[in-house]
């Protein structure tokens, strides 16, 4: 038992001491989103429309269980912090179904469609394993809250706040 021990603890110290960004990498910046009128845009170009803005991302998708749930809980954040731009991303598997969920569920804010899926840059960048994912960018463009798995989650609030 010892043994494992000794042998597991340089893996959590390095899983625990993982760096947390505070910007976006080049290669994320740079992957192709699709917009709802089925054009190619890069995620820097996205950003860019909202510079000097906070900005909530909510990467979901319309099939997801847990990102449908979550919903309520995100049109409250909207509620209260209404001055924030709810960036919603989607990892949706069609265009059509993309549109048609937006649609059905009643997603309000913003809405992209990450084209390059779980494993493209994006994905890579934030390392995605589930969803929903939320992350919180303040007004000069800085990751303030890299993961999140919650709307509910107290540290949205408090990045939100700030």
């Known amino acids: 038992m010892n043994r494992v021990l000794f042998l597991l603890l340089p893996f959590l110290f390095l899983a625990c001491s993982r ?3 505070n910007q976006f990498s080049k290669e994320a910046l740079h992957d192709v989103f699709i917009t709802t009128q089925k054009k190619n845009i890069e995620f820097k170009e996205i950003l860019s429309k909202y510079k000097g803005k906070k900005i909530l991302i909510s990467v979901w998708a319309s099939w997801c269980p847990d990102c449908i749930e979550a919903l309520p809980e995100e049109e409250k954040l909207q509620q209260e912090f209404k001055d924030v731009i709810y960036l919603h991303l989607s990892l949706d598997r069609s265009f059509d179904s993309w549109l048609k969920g937006i649609k059905r569920l009643e997603v309000k804010g913003e809405h992209y469609l990450i084209q390059s899926g779980w494993k493209g840059a994006f994905g890579n960048f934030l390392n995605l394993g589930w969803i929903p994912r939320y992350m919180v ?10 993961k ?3 709307p509910t989650d107290k540290l949205i609030k408090q990045s939100l706040e700030k």
């Open 19 to 21: 760096e947390v960004p």
């Open 148 to 150: 999140a798995t919650r």
């Open 137 to 146: 960018i303040n007004e000069k463009g800085k990751i303030v809250l890299f």
